[in-house]
């Protein structure tokens, strides 16, 4: 009991050198702060989410070895970053790093312009998460059922997938790390139950060929795809969107520092567990999903809309493939709680430091609940709001998470950068890469800069109105508000981080 007395007193001294106090409870260890990362990359939610975009756009080849690139590259982004989280614990995660490590006059516009980026990530995010379980849900009803899903239908029922997270956030924040325990049980007993079953029960498996080696460009809306109008290379590169997608959200475990004893350490260590565990994880899941598809053309154009189900459908029967839907869904449902719980932290954070317009507002933490339960409110408005464009897109979900993953991995990237740049004003935390901190940084910049720019290139050919990635729309809404926002105003009050002792003893 007295080492953990000892702990929570270093935690919170550290936490005051970094200018703030302590409000939010520190209750979580190791394992909790790894589990919400983990549960927010949620291989069974990313995985079955873009399934059919894996297919069409570069098919099981780029899916099984566009996921150990992409795999191998997010290790590298994560290690750069926990070295960073190491240094600096606190829940603004990127924004707040990128504050730290800059030169104190060029500090409040790298903070401000990273902390945007990582809001609108984070949004997206929950967008994409949430409104993946809604899609299941409406799925799963069809099983079995004369019901028919549409837009409106998936819309309504994502509003109240959002309702239902956001109360749990408001009212159950004592409960979330026990949430977090069984969503952790849930997650890899889940997934691994589901390869198990899907691939004793499948009447046939695919071959090795057609697994590791076959590529397959969906892309043409009229049959002319990317590979015959640009250069296959083009399909790989816009279909490894699944595996990035997918192996995103780790920030969480920086968010989480605040409420997590001996950050320091269990942050970072919660970064990189919370990556490597899910990339093993994750390949084992596509490879069971794709060994076991018993017919392609009718995969990819499953009645159910989802070519996972088809595949449950497929092998396990209907009473098989509900039970398989629950453990997806379910896992989906934790994952965007959690998504809504880092998202509030740092939205709390954001507006601590008077980022966010009502920041007055917004910069409460409820005292009977212990959590920042405006911002949560606030995170599932936005999040609603990011989907309405799904009413009359066909493309509006790959969209969605698109300006997910350059948002956050953007917001990853700016404090990495600074650390190259300002590498004599970098001091380690007890997490440290050694000699290889400087070189893995590097090539986790250049990586982030390729996906940021492929992301926001067309996905359907031709590109019209139903076809047209919003991605870099949103992006560019964001930085220009950003930018525009910073020279009119914000630069002559946003000073960065707020350090409030110090403001405190000054009031």
Same mark, same amino acid.
């Given at each position: 009991?007295?080492? !953990?007395?000892?702990?929570?007193?270093?935690?919170?001294?550290?936490?005051?050198?970094?200018?703030?106090?302590?409000?939010?409870?520190?209750?979580?260890?190791?394992?909790?702060?790894?589990?919400?990362?983990?549960?927010?990359?949620? *291989?069974?939610?990313?995985?079955?989410?873009?399934?059919?975009?894996?297919?069409?756009?570069?098919?099981?080849?780029?899916? *099984?070895?566009?996921?150990? &690139?992409?795999?191998?590259?997010?290790?590298? &982004?994560?290690?750069?970053?926990?070295?960073?989280?190491?240094?600096?614990?606190?829940?603004?995660?990127?924004?707040?790093?990128?504050?730290?490590?800059?030169?104190?006059?060029?500090?409040?516009?790298?903070?401000?312009?990273?902390?945007?980026?990582?809001?609108? $990530?984070?949004?997206?995010?929950?967008?994409?998460?949430?409104?993946?379980?809604?899609?299941?849900?409406? #799925?799963?009803?069809?099983?079995?059922?004369?019901?028919?899903?549409?837009?409106? %239908?998936?819309?309504?029922?994502?509003?109240?997938?959002?309702?239902?997270? $956001?109360?749990?956030?408001?009212?159950?924040?004592?409960?979330?790390?026990?949430?977090?325990?069984?969503?952790?049980?849930?997650?890899?007993?889940?997934?691994?139950?589901?390869?198990?079953?899907?691939?004793?029960?499948?009447? %046939?498996?695919?071959?090795?060929?057609? &697994?590791?080696? #076959?590529?397959?460009?969906?892309?043409?809306?009229?049959?002319?795809?990317?590979?015959?109008?640009?250069?296959?290379?083009? *399909?790989?590169?816009?279909?490894?969107?699944? @595996?990035?997608? #997918?192996?995103?959200?780790?920030?969480?475990?920086?968010?989480?520092?605040?409420?997590?004893?001996?950050?320091?350490?269990?942050?970072?260590?919660?970064?990189?567990?919370?990556? $490597? /565990?899910?990339?093993?994880?994750?390949?084992?899941?596509?490879?069971?999903?794709?060994?076991?598809?018993?017919?392609?053309?009718? #995969?990819?154009?499953?009645?159910?809309?989802?070519?996972?189900? =088809?595949?449950?459908?497929?092998?396990?029967?209907?009473?098989?493939?509900?039970?398989?839907?629950?453990?997806?869904?379910?896992?989906?449902?934790?994952?965007?709680?959690?998504?809504? +719980?880092?998202?509030?932290?740092?939205?709390?954070?954001?507006?601590?430091?008077?980022?966010?317009?009502?920041?007055?507002?917004?910069? %409460? *933490?409820?005292?009977?609940?212990?959590?920042?339960?405006?911002?949560?409110?606030?995170?599932?408005?936005?999040?609603?709001?990011?989907?309405?464009?799904?009413?009359?897109?066909?493309?509006?979900?790959?969209?969605?998470?698109?300006?997910?993953?350059?948002?956050?991995?953007?917001?990853?990237?700016?404090?990495?950068?600074?650390?190259?740049?300002?590498?004599?004003?970098?001091?380690?935390?007890?997490?440290?890469?050694?000699?290889?901190?400087?070189?893995?940084?590097? &090539?986790?910049?250049?990586?982030?800069?390729?996906?940021?720019?492929?992301?926001?290139?067309? =996905?359907?050919?031709?590109?019209?109105?139903?076809?047209?990635?919003? @991605?870099?729309?949103? /992006?560019?809404?964001?930085? +220009?508000?950003?930018? !525009?926002?910073?020279?009119?105003?914000?630069?002559?009050?946003?000073?960065?981080?707020?350090?409030?002792?110090?403001?405190?003893?000054?009031?």
């Amino acid at each position: 009991m007295e080492g !953990v007395v000892d702990l929570q007193t270093g935690d919170e001294s550290e936490l005051a050198r970094m200018g703030y106090k302590q409000e939010l409870k520190r209750d979580l260890g190791l394992l909790h702060n790894f589990g919400v990362s983990f549960s927010i990359i949620s *291989v069974i939610t990313g995985i079955p989410s873009l399934f059919l975009f894996g297919l069409t756009t570069g098919g099981p080849a780029v899916m *099984v070895w566009g996921w150990v &690139v992409v795999a191998f590259f997010t290790m590298l &982004v994560g290690l750069a970053m926990a070295e960073i989280c190491s240094a600096h614990p606190t829940s603004g995660g990127p924004y707040f790093w990128a504050a730290m490590i800059s030169k104190p006059q060029g500090a409040p516009f790298a903070s401000w312009v990273t902390g945007w980026f990582n809001l609108l $990530g984070l949004v997206a995010m929950t967008t994409g998460i949430s409104f993946a379980c809604a899609n299941f849900i409406s #799925t799963a009803a069809t099983i079995g059922t004369n019901y028919q899903p549409n837009s409106r %239908k998936t819309v309504g029922i994502y509003a109240a997938v959002l309702f239902i997270q $956001g109360m749990i956030n408001t009212f159950g924040v004592r409960i979330l790390k026990y949430l977090n325990n069984v969503s952790v049980w849930w997650h890899a007993l889940g997934t691994t139950s589901l390869i198990i079953a899907i691939l004793a029960a499948a009447p %046939k498996h695919q071959s090795d060929k057609f &697994v590791f080696r #076959t590529f397959i460009d969906g892309t043409g809306v009229d049959g002319i795809g990317w590979s015959q109008r640009a250069s296959p290379a083009y *399909v790989a590169l816009i279909g490894i969107l699944m @595996a990035q997608y #997918t192996l995103t959200g780790f920030d969480a475990s920086a968010h989480m520092t605040e409420e997590t004893r001996n950050a320091a350490r269990s942050g970072p260590i919660g970064i990189v567990t919370s990556i $490597g /565990v899910s990339a093993v994880l994750g390949w084992f899941l596509i490879l069971g999903l794709v060994f076991s598809i018993q017919d392609y053309s009718t #995969t990819i154009a499953s009645p159910s809309g989802q070519p996972v189900t =088809q595949i449950f459908l497929d092998t396990v029967g209907e009473k098989g493939a509900i039970v398989l839907m629950v453990i997806v869904i379910g896992a989906m449902f934790l994952c965007g709680t959690f998504s809504i +719980t880092s998202n509030s932290r740092m939205m709390y954070a954001f507006s601590r430091d008077g980022a966010i317009p009502g920041s007055k507002f917004l910069n %409460k *933490v409820d005292g009977r609940w212990r959590s920042p339960i405006r911002t949560v409110w606030l995170s599932c408005t936005l999040s609603l709001i990011l989907a309405l464009p799904s009413l009359g897109s066909s493309v509006a979900f790959a969209a969605a998470t698109s300006i997910a993953t350059i948002g956050l991995y953007i917001s990853y990237g700016i404090p990495i950068a600074l650390r190259v740049i300002y590498a004599d004003r970098f001091v380690r935390g007890p997490f440290h890469l050694g000699a290889f901190s400087y070189p893995i940084a590097i &090539v986790a910049v250049l990586w982030i800069a390729l996906i940021s720019i492929v992301f926001c290139l067309p =996905q359907l050919n031709p590109v019209n109105a139903q076809t047209l990635n919003y @991605a870099p729309v949103a /992006v560019g809404i964001v930085l +220009t508000y950003a930018l !525009v926002f910073w020279l009119l105003s914000a630069r002559t009050w946003f000073t960065g981080p707020v350090r409030q002792e110090r403001a405190e003893m000054c009031f």
